[in-house]
């Protein structure tokens, strides 16, 4: 029967810091660079014959996904990827009081003793690529407005020199370039998918989400484990509804969580505002919303939540909207 011990890593750009308990015993904590070498000599230092080791990392975005696959990949290795809001109440809950990478690994390893351990299921290739893609075409679509702004702004009185305005037009027209590269770049990755061409004709069925808040959304549903069922899909976007009451005084506005995806959350605010306005269906659902009292904003986040329901559906049964 295989034992098994528990290893933390809290990790950074540069140093990954590793907490292992094996066979009951806390062994002193070892660094590690955070290159391809130093992921090798963790799987090195981690692995022992008859044991399996449930190793837990945060997911601190690209700094841990390369440590993540090595792991994942590796016999007598489990990997988990906590949500680092998670890891943090959880240090509060253990009256936590100092901070530093070396107190952050421990209480990782402590998490992943203590709580329900989900091994971690690695996206596919094409979906990191699709992902790396979506992300970097949001950024840049945030700085091409702001780049708007500052042009409006300068072309809106005679006191900006001439240089300025033309700077600025230029930075724009070389940005959005940049975005239909990316863009065109990101179609291919699709068509050469069938899984994710597929789904990427699924959600262009809906309307209200056009080419460009397709890739979005594909984007982040793709990082997502095949075996999720709906609600995790809500939680994992932020949407589930949170409660704040206590007793019979104590009865705050019940807000979402937002303990999640925040890139996904925002992909699908404009197809949920487009949807509202204009599709028969979530329209109905909208005005129902309102008439009932709610806020604007909040029958909006519900349509969003109510679209990602949707597009589940749609996936599982293969089925345009």
């Known amino acids: ?56 990392l945060e997911s601190t975005g690209i700094y841990g996904l390369d440590l993540a696959l090595a792991l994942h990949a590796a016999p007598g290795i489990e990997v988990m990827v906590a949500n680092p809001r998670a890891v943090r109440h959880f240090a509060q809950a253990l009256m936590q009081r100092s901070k530093n990478d070396r107190l952050d690994a421990v209480v990782i390893l402590e998490f992943a003793e203590r709580m329900p351990f989900q091994a971690w299921q690695p996206p596919s290739p094409a979906a990191r690529h699709l992902c790396a893609l979506a992300r970097r075409l949001e950024a840049l679509t945030e700085l091409c407005a702001a780049e708007k702004n500052r042009l409006h702004a300068a072309r809106a009185t005679e006191t900006s020199p001439s240089i300025i305005r033309r700077d600025l037009e230029s930075s724009l027209r070389f940005h959005e370039r940049a975005m239909q590269r990316l863009e065109e770049e990101a179609l291919k990755v699709i068509a050469q998918e069938p899984e994710l061409q597929r789904k990427f004709d699924l959600l262009r069925s809906i ?46 506005k019940t807000r979402i969580s937002k303990a999640g995806n925040r890139h996904l959350r925002r992909a699908l605010y404009m197809p949920a505002l487009v949807a509202a306005r204009h599709e028969p269906h979530f329209r109905a659902y909208y005005e129902h919303l309102l008439a009932r ?23 599982r049964h293969q089925m345009p909207f």
């Open 207 to 252: 309307r209200g989400i056009a080419q460009t808040s397709a890739l979005q959304v594909l984007a982040g549903l793709a990082m997502l484990s095949p075996d999720l069922d709906v609600r995790q899909w809500v939680a994992y976007s932020g949407l589930d509804p949170r409660e704040y009451s206590s007793g019979s005084s104590v009865h705050k």
């Open 293 to 315: 009292g709610k806020t604007k904003m909040q029958a909006l986040v519900a349509v969003m939540r109510k679209l990602l329901h949707a597009i589940y559906g749609m996936f």
């Open 1 to 56: 029967m295989l034992k098994i011990d528990h290893a933390g890593i809290e990790v950074s750009s540069k140093e990954l810091i590793v907490a292992l308990r094996r066979e009951g015993k806390l062994k002193p904590w070892k660094s590690f660079p955070n290159t391809p070498g130093g992921h090798q000599a963790i799987v090195r230092y981690l692995a022992r014959q008859g044991h399996l080791v449930r190793v837990c």
